[in-house]
């Protein structure tokens, strides 16, 4: 059994992170989520993990390359322009892999914007972001309980598949309270004989490296990466589904606009208009197969992408549907929360230029 | 060995016997060769982590036998922070550049100083950046010709060139600091001694130890292995001069 407890979701997902074992968090403070590293220096005389507040974002993410290497389990957490400057280590650590969890509590863009709500880094979250052909897995919480459960799940993928894991949250989720269920602390035993820990005679030095100069072997490297990839595609999409089986509407979102979003499918329902929602949990890997599926049926008029920001999961969206039905959007951006009436509303619209 | 015969000098073991990719007459290899010999003499080799940089040392890890990381550009300050927080009785070392350590790197290394983390850097300082073609390093001299500064450096417009140990020593947690070079045996062997003092402190837990080597470049200074020791001598030594800046108070 857990504790129940009544917590910001950025304190939430830094109790999250001790009781999952942190060994090392290294970071810099930015709104909205400074409070996961006060709550850490907070709490840090009673447990063993290490605290540093670094220099800079881009100090912080090396950091997480130094510590995560040497075998310990380590966390940052930034937000959207902190996580711009980390993005050439995201790389390095992808290469090299290195297991660690990231979270970008996501607040309004471009440049220093805002810092309110956003989901305006999905982008840089699941197509990249640094240079080079690499994924990192990620992870859309939609709720408080989730940050917590997605810090255990994010660390555990990270190890497992030795690739960096990302929790894409934004300012809302980071800074509301909510009930939530606290899992008892399980003991970290990691088996990382791949850390660069010293060599011992009897084996071969480790060496944690992203460098392949000749170029057979940088394509050899890439090929390893690839494969893992697919491995994480095939055994790691999540989703959630909310009265889609009947839906002639399926609203797509993730995250915060997952749960307004939840409200506009009832106020449809209210109303015999028959609306679903497909939430991707997993943002990479992303369900393209289940949206696929949806999109075949034949109940299914057309599909919605719902966000914060321009318009950016419609066109992973659009890839799954591949064109059987269409794909609409609508989105808020700036750090503005959209609300259930506007978004329903934008339905209607799309629903009497159909007929 | 052969009868009659007496071992006088061999490859530390640490240094694994491969052909080296630097230039004929680079200090790399000796100072490589330097910090095996260290190592092997503690006998710390099991306890060591290295951190290699970007620049002509980013293959060291394929002439060291001990555990590496390889850092992105400047960053090894900030990896080795992490690496000997992580493992306290292990021995940390970055092997930088002049480009990586006081260029790019600049605000890992003075923070990491600043902090006093409890590693060791080896600085190689030769004023130019060597592995992308000879272009001005923020060590090169003034009036020192390179690819981006054709005409010689001019510091109204580049600044003069950074001096690192004068600046790092300023550091109320860095314990060591001192400047060597390999121009003549005797700098070689002062040079390891101060690689072996910079580990011996830090395994006495005494903060940030920083040894600084004003080394050469041949290919880069366009010039014979020869001609680039002249130049240390003439030019890099009497802006650049040899000698402890900092050390811990004698008991």
């Avoid at chain 1, 010293?198 to 460098?211: A, C, H, M, V």
């Avoid at chain 2, 530390?12 to 092997?40: A, N, Q, W």
Wanted: glycine share 8%.
């Amino acid at each position: 059994m857990g504790e129940i407890k009544f917590m910001k979701g950025n304190e939430a997902l830094a109790e999250a992170a001790i009781r999952a074992g942190l060994q090392a968090y290294f970071g810099y403070p930015i709104t909205p989520q400074s409070e996961v590293i006060e709550y850490l220096a907070k709490e840090e005389p009673k447990h063993t993990y290490t605290l540093l507040q670094a220099e800079s974002e881009v100090s912080a993410i090396n950091m997480i390359y130094g510590g995560a290497g040497a075998g310990a389990r380590v966390m940052t957490t930034t937000s959207s322009p902190g996580f711009s400057l980390m993005q050439e280590g995201v790389s390095y650590i992808a290469c090299a892999e290195i297991p660690c969890l990231l979270v970008n509590v996501v607040r309004g863009g471009p440049g220093l914007g805002t810092i309110q709500p956003s989901q305006g880094d999905y982008f840089q979250a699941v197509k990249g972001g640094g240079h080079g052909d690499y994924h990192m897995i990620v992870l859309g919480p939609n709720s408080v309980q989730e940050m917590v459960d997605h810090t255990f799940l994010g660390f555990e993928l990270a190890d497992k598949y030795r690739c960096p894991a990302l929790i894409l949250s934004d300012g809302a989720i980071g800074q509301m309270m909510e009930k939530v269920v606290l899992p008892e602390p399980v003991p970290y035993k990691p088996n990382k004989p791949w850390a660069t820990t010293g060599k011992p005679p009897d084996r071969e030095r480790n060496i944690l490296t992203s460098l392949y100069i000749q170029s057979e072997e940088m394509e050899k490297k890439n090929l390893i990466l690839q494969e893992k990839y697919k491995k994480i595609v095939k055994n790691e999409v999540r989703f959630e589904e909310y009265q889609t089986d009947d839906a002639e509407i399926v609203i797509a979102a993730f995250g915060l606009t997952s749960r307004i979003s939840k409200k506009v499918v009832d106020l449809g329902r209210e109303e015999g208009i028959k609306i679903g929602l497909f939430r991707p949990i997993s943002l990479w890997p992303f369900p393209m197969n289940q949206i696929a599926e949806i999109a075949s049926r034949d109940c299914v008029k057309f599909f919605i992408s719902v966000e914060m920001n321009a318009g950016q999961m419609v066109e992973d969206v659009r890839l799954a549907v591949s064109g059987k039905k269409p794909v609409y959007f609508y989105g808020r951006m700036g750090g503005i929360i959209p609300t259930p009436a506007e978004i329903f509303n934008a339905i209607k619209e799309h629903i009497k230029n159909q007929e | 060995m052969k009868e009659g015969y007496k071992l006088i000098y061999k490859r530390p073991k640490t240094l694994l016997d491969t052909r080296m990719h630097y230039c004929p007459g680079c200090f790399h290899s000796t100072i490589h060769k330097l910090l095996m010999e260290v190592i092997d003499e503690m006998g710390i080799q099991e306890k060591t982590v290295g951190i290699c940089p970007v620049g002509c040392s980013v293959f060291a890890y394929d002439y060291m036998d001990v555990d590496m990381q390889e850092a992105a550009h400047g960053r090894a300050a900030a990896i080795a922070t992490a690496i000997k927080r992580m493992l306290p009785d292990r021995i940390v070392f970055s092997y930088q550049g002049d480009g990586d350590l006081a260029a790019i790197g600049t605000a890992e290394t003075i923070h990491a100083c600043n902090r006093g983390e409890n590693f060791s850097f080896i600085f190689i300082n030769n004023g130019i950046y060597g592995m992308t073609g000879g272009q001005m390093a923020p060590t090169t001299l003034e009036g020192q010709k390179t690819t981006t500064s054709p005409y010689g450096r001019d510091p109204e417009k580049a600044g003069p060139p950074i001096k690192m140990s004068e600046i790092v020593s300023q550091f109320e947690r860095v314990a060591y600091v001192e400047r060597v070079s390999c121009n003549t045996p005797a700098n070689s062997r002062k040079a390891k001694r101060a690689i072996r003092r910079s580990f011996e402190y830090q395994i006495q837990g005494l903060g940030t130890t920083f040894v600084e080597v004003a080394s050469n470049c041949p290919s880069g200074w366009k010039c014979t292995p020869e001609e680039s020791l002249n130049w240390l001598k003439e030019r890099v030594f009497p802006y650049y001069p040899l000698g402890v800046f900092k050390e811990p108070p004698k008991k």
